[in-house]
């Protein structure tokens, strides 16, 4: 089945913000089993509204709307959205109440405004939306649906899940299942390379490759008649994915992140850890703290982003940065071994770098980073050379540092095992 | 004019990358003047493709289209749009000589597709491309044009800047000039409610609000025949939105971010700083170090996530931790004091708060922040109620900071001025 997406607002057309609810759609529709051809970004306009709406739903089998539900006159795409398919709208009193238990769980009052909420045209599926005023709402119309989102991401995206998803699966010939399989610490291209056989022999299930940075997710998909059928259809391709990428894989659950893997890790170890950032500048310790409960294991983060805090608070030595630098192996090294010490933690991890755009030289290029991990005592430093802007830079050296940890850790529990 | 873009590639249908491209390309389009009202993405397909260039070009003067110009058999943009437009593609000397001194300077040689990437269509302006092998095109008929850029935003953006900027100002009747007045520290409701009046009498110059993160953009935009008179029509807007919103405009510089105004104001103040952070972990350190040059300012940034780590680094009493809990204005304070001790810093900023999901309660809400800022032993702490996900709740935070930071290094200027 075909599916396409219309985003509806002036913010997107003007650029005030990005369209990460079109990537979010379009990746969850993918994983579904959806094709998806055409996005369209269109204003609170409804002539042009209307002409994006028929072009899609003569294209597509499911057209899925996001934004233009608020209060306010400006608001137009449910209105828009009836009146292509000839709906009328009423008022629908669920609807009605519920908007009014938003308001008085808030202890708000709403205004006259957001009765305009709960319009609801004909024949129409109700989505309810725990987060905001703005229902969704599920149009069908001779073997075609249109599906109406509320724009912000934080009411979209939860109603996506626990609403739309099992609309969607429903739709279709048959069930989806998905597993994806993630692998950190190689190269995209080399990645690809390595899986490019098994790409192109797969029809069903199928396999994406998304490259993120520092990693590559793998995601298999299956269709079959029954759940347990596509299960078992995907498990020879998941683990032929595991056995080639080995140690690489860092997960193949849905919901683990890099940063999660690696506080588990440390956890299940009885790790503590400590880091002490110079070029990534605490977006290290902005990610591991990503990870809800990171606290028992997270001792400390030192940001010595000048010589003089590796000194006073690493014990980085005058000597090493005169000889060879804030950005050396060296440097790295007594970072990663001062930090353990002076936050008492039994893992630490060193970031230091040229993120730029100044500061490279023919020596010491920007992009060059060094990063050490040091565990109970065993540290590994590695040298990096990234390419990119500053923050690109810096996102390369926070995925390298948690790969880099990832690897140190399991190490050293290979170790443990054989003592 | 109106101008209308295309974002070519599968991956963005796919949901694999998000479509920064599109907000840039908006944005930049908006600040020159450009009316636009349809954005589309369309995949590596030349039926479809040929579709949507038609349908653009119908609809508006220019179309910008972005991807598909790399050297695969898979990209097709270039070739798609000569099509349509009836040009045939020829080899371009000049061009095939860059792509050869692109791949020289890096010690690689070009594989047979590279030269792909020397046809051009007829009669169309090449547009250097510093940055990748992907020449830009720009394609005229009858009046409308048609601009090709390659999809790496690294090669997009500094070719839009360098090249596309000067033509598109060139196709306009008159000069556009723009002035953004930037404001912190004042919601956007608010924001919006103050500057309504004057939004709404402008015709030229317009004003358009951007709502960012903890921030309020103004852009002034005025049409002249001459960029001397542009620029003193803007004038009487910008001066009146400063005097409305006074000290919380903290630049009226297009470069200017606002953790660039506070690390300037600290540098003009002659003062060092440190931050201790709690629920933002990391993520404050990280926008100070986007300023190049900050090293000399930060001293040191401590993450302490946990009681603990707030207790043996920054000296927050057990008592106060016990008492008040570690998300309390006392706990801020006494991290704030700390800090400044523990790094030897003039100034010292420390946020506790419950980004959550999890850790919220009836008194203490997931979103609830307390932020302390010490300037020489002046601490001021303030409470703040943020709400949206984990990530929402720690940007606001960090956004917060930053403005409490500037408005007490403001204040201890003023003190110092008045002694």
Chains 1, 2 share one sequence.
Not at 9 to 23: K, Y
Not at 24 to 53: H, M, P, T
Not at 137 to 158: A, S, W, Y
Not at 179 to 188: A, D, M, Y
Request: charged share 25%; with cysteine; glycine share 8%.
């Amino acid at each position: 089945m075909v599916v396409e997406l219309i985003s509806v607002g002036t913010e997107l057309l003007l650029g005030n913000i990005v369209n990460t609810n079109a990537a979010y759609l379009a990746e969850k529709c993918a994983g579904l089993g959806l094709s998806c051809y055409y996005q369209s970004v269109v204003g609170d306009n409804e002539e042009r509204l209307s002409a994006a709406i028929r072009a899609a739903a003569d294209r597509a089998d499911i057209v899925i709307l996001s934004g233009g539900l608020g209060p306010t006159e400006d608001d137009l795409t449910k209105e828009t959205a009836a009146k292509v398919w000839e709906r009328h709208l009423f008022l629908d009193l669920a609807v009605k109440m519920q908007i009014q238990g938003f308001f008085t769980k808030r202890g708000m009052n709403p205004t006259e405004n957001n009765w305009k909420q709960s319009m609801v045209p004909e024949g129409a599926v109700v989505v309810n939306n725990p987060n905001g005023t703005a229902p969704g709402l599920i149009m069908e119309k001779d073997q075609k649906c249109m599906i109406l989102l509320p724009g912000p991401p934080g009411e979209l995206v939860p109603m996506f899940e626990e609403s739309i998803v099992p609309y969607l699966k429903a739709l279709q010939p048959g069930v989806i299942f998905s597993k994806t399989v993630k692998v950190c610490g190689i190269g995209e291209s080399q990645a690809e390379t390595m899986a490019k056989d098994l790409i192109g022999a797969q029809t069903n299930p199928t396999i994406a490759t998304y490259a993120k940075t520092g990693e590559v997710h793998f995601r298999v998909t299956a269709l079959a008649d029954a759940k347990e059928e596509a299960k078992r259809m995907t498990k020879p391709v998941v683990e032929e994915l595991k056995k080639r990428f080995g140690s690489h894989v860092y997960t193949s659950k849905e919901k683990v992140t890099l940063e999660r893997a690696v506080v588990k890790l440390l956890q299940k170890e009885k790790l503590t850890v400590a880091t002490a950032e110079s070029c990534t500048g605490g977006m290290l310790a902005a990610r591991l703290i990503n990870v809800s409960g990171v606290s028992e294991s997270l001792k400390v983060s030192y940001i010595t982003y000048s010589d003089k805090a590796k000194r006073n608070i690493l014990g980085v030595k005058k000597g090493t940065l005169e000889e060879f630098g804030a950005v050396s192996s060296e440097a790295a090294e007594e970072m990663a071994k001062g930090a353990a010490i002076s936050a008492n933690a039994d893992v630490a991890v060193a970031t230091t770098g040229i993120a730029g755009p100044k500061g490279g030289s023919g020596q010491k290029p920007v992009g060059l980073v060094y990063i050490a991990c040091n565990v109970k005592g065993k540290i590994r430093v590695e040298k990096y050379q990234f390419s990119g802007s500053r923050m690109k830079v810096r996102e390369n050296a926070v995925a390298s540092a948690l790969t880099l940890m990832r690897k140190c850790i399991l190490e050293y529990r290979e170790t443990a095992k054989d003592e």
